[in-house]
């Protein structure tokens, strides 16, 4: 069977496949979830340490809102810096980093993650405590102070692995966390719990297979990879009230052929003829690409512009499906549901713009397929928009982080002021005009991203597999 007839996920058809995906009733009334956090015209800040500076989980997060609300403007910065602690670190001391990296974007969002480096990585201290005590609430204050009306979200800091043990320095990260949950009921802000649920599925990736891929979670024990930093991406937009439906679809084949349910999306064009069906499909988003799933992405990114590797569908990293199957980042996040019930045939291939798709039962037509874990036009048109996205992302790390954050090398002696041809002096100017071209060049990118995101409409069919009738031995002399 060719890749094209395998689901993304490396899953069988059968069971295991059916296991998947929600009861056809969900497409006839998909669950009421409350209205999704960010709205036109947000601009958010995601603001931390190294774990945060990798980018994976803002990525993921930038993605998923261009690819489910393409028509949601919402502009993105990544202000984390590695080694960073509530008090800054070598990029400046935090009132230096904040009015710096963070108050020039006017961001009315800002996501805070501290504290894998704050506890020191040792045995509780109680001095290191209370600097994080009061460093928090500066930050806090700070921010609300200079972006008045900023929508403050509180983030919980994934673990530290502890190669499938429990207690050791992630007890004393959790530690740290039940303070910034109190901080969160005290200044009545949202908090997202990353380390749990993390550390849950590490724990149970361990206890599954010691030496198998949960050793490719937290490559270092420190930094998550990019496949599970998706973990946080579904924990933050889960807690943003995200949406699992990408589009569902319920078609009745037997009799007069007809559309039964339809949720997020228009069916037009619906035919039979000769038992194959066809039909016109126009969705109002795209599925969720995964980052790792289908590629291989870098833990420590060079500082060159990292372009991102494109997917490859013959190849599935074993450490992303197993994060994605103990996640149920899938089943919460990603759901373009397709279910045809009254077919005669037992087996039928679906093609989506002539493109073969998969080859599926009646059964688990029956039953309903989850069409986002496939390479449709659909997926891999996400998956240019999820280029763009990290192209976005990298333009900005190299103009800010590379070159704002290190000006004093450059010998430019007021690194407190945001990077302007007014306020540097002449030694820095050819440096400046590259970090304003750059910043040209990331408005461009995010323009071209609002394009790339706009769904189109697809042609689909649902094409019967001939039986092919058994020999008759008895006529070729073979009965004994």
């Not at 990585?121 to 005590?133: A, D, E, H, I, S």
């Not at 949950?181 to 908090?191: A, K």
């Not at 069906?277 to 870098?298: E, I, N």
Request: hydrophobic share 40%; net charge positive; glycine share 8%.
């Amino acid at each position: 069977m060719s890749w094209m007839f395998k689901s993304l996920a490396g899953l069988s058809a059968g069971g295991a496949l059916a296991a998947l995906f929600l009861s056809l009733a969900a497409v006839a009334a998909p669950a009421p979830h409350k209205p999704f956090f960010l709205k036109d015209g947000d601009r958010v800040c995601f603001y931390g340490d190294s774990i945060t500076e990798q980018r994976f989980y803002p990525a993921e997060v930038q993605t998923y809102v261009l690819t489910r609300f393409p028509h949601l403007h919402v502009r993105y910065i990544d202000a984390a810096v590695g080694g960073d602690r509530v008090t800054g670190g070598w990029a400046g001391p935090i009132d230096l980093r904040l009015r710096r990296d963070v108050y020039p974007f006017h961001p009315n969002v800002v996501t805070i993650m501290l504290g894998m480096n704050d506890a020191g990585y040792q045995p509780f201290n109680p001095k290191l405590y209370n600097t994080f005590k009061t460093g928090y609430v500066h930050i806090i204050r700070q921010l609300k102070k200079h972006l008045p009306g900023v929508r403050i979200v509180l983030l919980l800091t994934s673990p530290y692995d502890e190669l499938g043990f429990k207690g050791g320095y992630n007890a004393v990260l959790q530690r740290y966390d039940a303070y910034v949950s109190r901080l969160g009921r005290q200044f009545h802000l949202p908090v997202v719990d990353f380390n749990t649920p993390m550390n849950r599925i590490l724990l149970e990736a361990y206890h599954q297979n010691p030496w198998g891929p949960a050793r490719e979670f937290f490559p270092g024990r420190i930094h998550p990879s990019a496949a599970m930093e998706m973990v946080m991406a579904q924990q933050l937009l889960k807690a943003w009230g995200a949406p699992a439906l990408v589009s569902g679809v319920k078609i009745h084949s037997g009799g007069s052929v007809r559309v039964i349910q339809s949720a997020a999306t228009h069916i037009s064009g619906l035919t039979r003829k000769n038992g194959a069906l066809s039909w016109t499909q126009l969705d109002r988003s795209l599925p969720m690409p995964v980052l790792g799933l289908h590629a291989k992405w870098k833990q420590f990114l060079p500082w060159t512009i990292f372009l991102p590797p494109q997917p490859n569908p013959s190849y599935t990293n074993k450490a992303a499906a197993l994060i994605d199957q103990l996640s149920g980042f899938t089943r919460q996040l990603d759901q373009e549901r397709l279910a045809v019930t009254g077919l005669t045939a037992p087996q039928y291939n679906l093609l989506i713009d002539q493109k073969p798709i998969g080859t599926f039962t009646a059964a688990q037509l029956a039953n309903g397929i989850n069409l986002a874990r496939y390479f449709t036009p659909m997926l891999l048109q996400a998956y240019q928009v999820q280029n763009l996205v990290w192209e976005e992302i990298e333009v900005h790390f190299e103009a800010w982080h590379g070159v704002q954050t290190t000006l004093g090398n450059f010998g430019w002696k007021k690194p407190n002021l945001p990077v302007t041809t007014e306020n540097s002096p002449a030694a820095a100017q050819d440096v400046l005009d590259v970090v304003r071209d750059m910043g040209h060049l990331q408005s461009a990118i995010a323009r071209r991203e609002m394009i790339a995101n706009q769904p189109h409409p697809h042609h689909y069919e649902l094409v019967p597999i001939p039986v092919m009738p058994r020999p008759n031995l008895m006529a070729r002399g073979l009965s004994k």
